[in-house]
């Protein structure tokens, strides 16, 4: 499902290599099918959107609780269509708050040339070239997320403190009807992907089949869809609606806790802070993101599509959401044991992060943590049989372990949840999902390199032999 990926998914690349020149075998996702995949693809298929509806059908209607639906219906209690008939169904009114939301993002995106890069020092912005395709193509991109953010964001504050043209409650009041809107946008988006891949691919060199329809649905056809020059699908629904949204989202379910109890609890707080934090990060580093798995990697189908527009924005923000129906007031020795996790592992993440893009950038020609940085040479070959060479950083946090940024990011996602207290397991999903997420991706990174480096790639897991936890794994 979507990652923050930044889910970011920043940290998704092959740990600290400098690559002269890229590999066409090790792109994107399998050309052939072995039965697990297919079973998982199946599983997710069928069981994602259920999983969605059950965590905010738990909260709306048994104040977050994740057994007491089940036991309800195990006694008798309650039956399956009796929990579907409290459910609120899609409205009018929120069809056209999702129809003006996209279309606003969408504005945005495609309208409106950045101007953040002319006056933010260190942000890199505008007009920037993507990772070279398996077809050998660059695509350009316009850079303006935090832009579209910043107006996003000023224009929220603007309405909830002196336009009052809508309630700052209007995402929590309508989060359910909202939720069958995203989820016909999902679904929409990924349908029209499979076809366009099959009929009118932007490239046809870029895209894969495998034979087997479902797969190819889950995990898509097309590299990189666009819609003209400047509409690439990939980097509008990894970036927006979903992540310009998710600050959005959490700053309702504050407006809404203050609605209901007259004050925002500090837990409130620490969740809308660390979050916007992540969020804005991914922002600031948007053109670095288009060297991520994400983009150099995966292609768009209903994963990414769906994932993106219901996985993330539902699933991502359950912390405001509990604390919504649960005003949990921390002690303040704990709340900031908690600001300290959180902002201690975005440190790790965004560190980690900048070391490798340094060695990178200056082809290992740069200082990490002081000193020049060790290095393992290696070499591989590339579908055309020729022979390239690349280098792997062994310096820095990439020393410690050989996916550190990782921890960071599960230090981080552990601090939101901690943010709740100890009253429910729901809050909790947040940091399980991201630990199978980011435990899968260090595994799938790592098949990809051993058989790119062969007998390099083991004396890297020799020279760093954790993966995650230091003496642990």
């Known amino acids: 499902m979507a990652a923050k990926s930044q889910s970011n998914d920043p940290k998704t690349k092959s740990p600290g290599s400098i690559s002269k020149a890229a590999t066409h075998g090790q792109w994107g996702r399998a050309w052939e099918v072995d039965w697990f995949s297919l079973a998982s693809v199946t599983f997710l298929l069928l069981f994602a959107p259920f999983i969605v509806y059950y965590f905010i059908m738990a909260c709306d209607q048994y104040s977050c609780s994740l057994t007491a639906p089940l036991v309800d219906i195990a006694t008798g209690q309650a039956r399956l269509s009796d929990i579907w008939a409290k459910t609120p169904p899609v409205t009018m009114k929120a069809a056209q708050i999702y129809v003006a939301w996209v279309t606003f993002q969408v504005l945005l995106y495609v309208l409106l040339p950045d101007f953040c890069h002319k006056f933010l020092p260190g942000y890199v912005g505008g007009v920037q070239e993507g990772a070279m395709t398996p077809a050998g193509i660059v695509n350009k991109y316009e850079i303006n997320g935090l832009q579209a953010w910043l107006i996003t964001h000023l224009l929220w504050f603007l309405n909830s403190y002196l336009l009052a043209c809508f309630s700052p409650t209007i995402i929590f009041d309508n989060w359910i009807p909202l939720l069958w809107c995203a989820n ?206 690349s280098k792997l950083l062994v310096s820095g946090f990439w020393g410690v372990a050989r996916h550190f940024n990782y921890t960071g990011d599960l230090m981080g996602s552990l601090a939101y949840c901690l943010a709740c207290g100890g009253g429910h397991l729901l809050p909790y999903f947040y940091i399980i999902y991201m630990a199978i997420l980011l435990t899968h991706r260090c595994l799938r990174d790592e098949h990809r390199c051993a058989n790119k480096y062969g007998r390099d790639w083991e004396r890297y897991t020799a020279a760093v032999p954790y993966r995650l936890l230091p003496g642990i794994f």
């Open 184 to 389: 016909i946008l999902g679904y929409a988006v990924s349908t029209f992907a499979m076809i366009k891949g099959y009929f009118f691919p932007t490239d046809a060199r870029d895209c894969k089949f495998t034979g087997n329809f479902l797969y190819n649905y889950m995990m898509g056809v097309e590299f990189n869809p666009r819609i003209g020059e400047w509409f690439d699908f990939k980097l509008f629904f990894n970036g927006r609606p979903g992540i310009v949204a998710w600050t959005l989202i959490n700053l309702s379910f504050a407006a809404k806790q203050q609605e209901l109890y007259g004050h925002v609890t500090n837990s409130m707080v620490l969740v809308n802070v660390l979050q916007a934090i992540y969020v804005l990060d991914f922002f600031w580093n948007e053109t670095w993101y288009l060297k991520t798995i994400d983009i150099c990697h995966d292609h768009f189908g209903w994963y990414l599509g769906w994932g993106d527009c219901v996985w993330l924005p539902y699933l991502y923000t359950l912390q405001g959401l509990y604390l919504v129906y649960h005003p949990v007031q921390l002690p303040t020795r704990y709340s900031l044991g908690v600001l300290l996790l959180g902002l201690l592992g975005y440190y790790i993440f965004r560190m980690a992060n900048h070391q490798k893009d340094l060695f990178r950038r200056t082809d290992g020609r740069c200082l990490i943590w002081g000193r020049k940085p060790r290095v393992i040479e290696c070499s591989f070959t590339s579908a055309d049989e020729q022979k390239h060479h």
